[in-house]
């Protein structure tokens, strides 16, 4: 069902390789494949081109009248978990606010992630100026140039040692290759990267995550492994009492 819904959006997707697309689509999980629209699909292609030359790609998209820019991220994976960690980090620290995203790894030869936000800073769009700065500490920090603590704490900012959560619950039956982290609580300045911080502490890879946010509150899905599969069924409560205490701080 997955190949013929990507062969229907190649012939709509005039003008590209279709060799090029298959492969893209075939390295990025079910739910992408499905839920992505197919002008989207076509520009992460053109991301992914620009990303041979360069070492992190950053587009922000401010659509006339919103009060939101989009923000999209593509740049090589890291085989250490931390990636979405490092990358809501600067964000953070350069007074990012994120309300909505959702965050892919490609298997390739060299895992990429895929990220787009909707994020605002002081509500209101992002600027050039900002946009400049966000690369360059995206570049720093994700070649290994610079700790994300370290620009957290040149940037004035330091954040807290957890979070309050008001409910977490990790799921095996919703995804074959992923376990399913879902944490919800209440909104706050660096929310997004003091969770993924927290899963990553305890050795878990995330491929993919939906965030969404409104009315103070932050609902996520992390899909994660843990080395090279899901959590096993067995040890989902212990674990979630792990995540829990590392939420917690």
Known sequence: AGEVLVRRKLEVLQGRNEAAVLKHCGAMPSGYVLNTPLEEIAFHLQLLERLEAETVVLDVYNRPGDDYSELTICAPDDPQPGTLARITGVLYGCGVDIHRAQAFTMQRERPVVLDTLR????????????????????????????????????????????????????????????????????????????????????GLHIHSAKVATWN???????????????????HLDRWTGRLRAALAG
């Open 119 to 202: 994020v605002r800073s002081q509500r209101m769009p992002i600027s050039e100026n900002r946009a400049r700065r966000i690369r360059a500490a995206l570049v720093r920090v994700l070649a290994g140039g610079e700790d994300v603590e370290a620009f957290l704490a040149r940037s004035g900012i330091s954040p807290a040692g957890g979070i309050m959560i008001d409910a977490i619950d990790l799921r095996n039956d919703l995804s074959e290759e992923h376990t399913v982290v879902h944490v919800v609580a209440p909104d706050l300045q660096g929310l997004l990267y003091l969770m993924t911080r927290a899963l990553s502490r305890c």
């Open 216 to 234: 103070g509150r932050a609902e996520n899905n992390f899909y994660v492994t843990a080395g090279s599969g899901p959590i096993p069924a067995a």
